[in-house]
């Protein structure tokens, strides 16, 4: 009788893992993807990135195309006018209850406003509303290197408001001006200047 026991014994021991292996294996699939996890949020972030600087690009490429083309010093800031003339990325319009607006790769809205009496220069503010402070950063180094030869007048981080005093640089002051600590606050609401003729 007490052989039979240890033989039972043994099979049900060999039949599956115990409850410390279990928990290791669980413990390495986690770790594994976790890491998965990770690598593809920085993937998907970079792409964001990315789109959002050549949105910026595409955007500022179809206003001053369409004000090369008709000459003026300002510029229609209603978004509806600017889709019905063909000037606005595709990829950043949405449907806000039949009128047209402009959002971002995370989901806040993109203004425009002419500028051209505040600098006195032709030229237009392109705002990024609702960004978290780490995208925000990132963002305004990224598109500040990318935009550079397009006419860009100004970079303004929004962690002073409108007035301009989060520059991270101004080519209109001083164009040796380059904030190198760039200040965002979590919903900033960082812009560009461009001039309107490059």
């Known amino acids: 009788m007490q052989h039979k026991k240890t033989v039972e014994g043994r099979a049900t021991a060999l039949a599956g893992f115990n409850l410390i292996e279990a928990a290791i294996v669980l413990g390495i699939v986690g770790l594994i993807v976790g890491g998965i996890w990770a690598a593809a949020g920085a993937a998907y972030e970079n792409m964001r990135q990315q789109n959002a600087s050549k949105q910026l690009l595409a955007l500022v490429q179809g206003i001053r195309g369409f004000y090369a083309q008709n000459p003026s010093d300002q510029i229609d800031e209603n978004i509806n006018n600017l889709h019905s003339l063909g000037v606005l990325p595709s990829d950043m319009l949405v ?104």
């Not at 032709?122 to 960004?131: G, N, Q, R």
């Not at 101004?170 to 190198?180: C, G, K, M, R």
Request: hydrophobic fraction near 40%; charge should be neutral; charged fraction near 15%.
């Open 95 to 198: 449907d806000n209850g039949g009128a047209k607006a402009l959002r971002h790769p995370w989901g806040g809205a993109v203004t425009l406003n002419d500028t051209t009496a505040t600098y006195g220069i032709a030229s237009f503010k392109i705002t990024f509303e609702s960004m978290k402070s780490d995208v925000c950063r990132n963002f305004l180094t990224r598109a500040s290197n990318v935009a550079r030869g397009s006419g860009l007048l100004l970079v303004d981080s929004g962690a002073g408001g409108t007035g301009g005093s989060g520059d991270v640089l101004n080519l209109i002051a001083d164009s040796n001006q380059v904030n190198t600590a760039v200040t965002c606050t979590d919903q900033a609401a960082p812009f560009f200047v461009f001039s309107l003729r490059g």
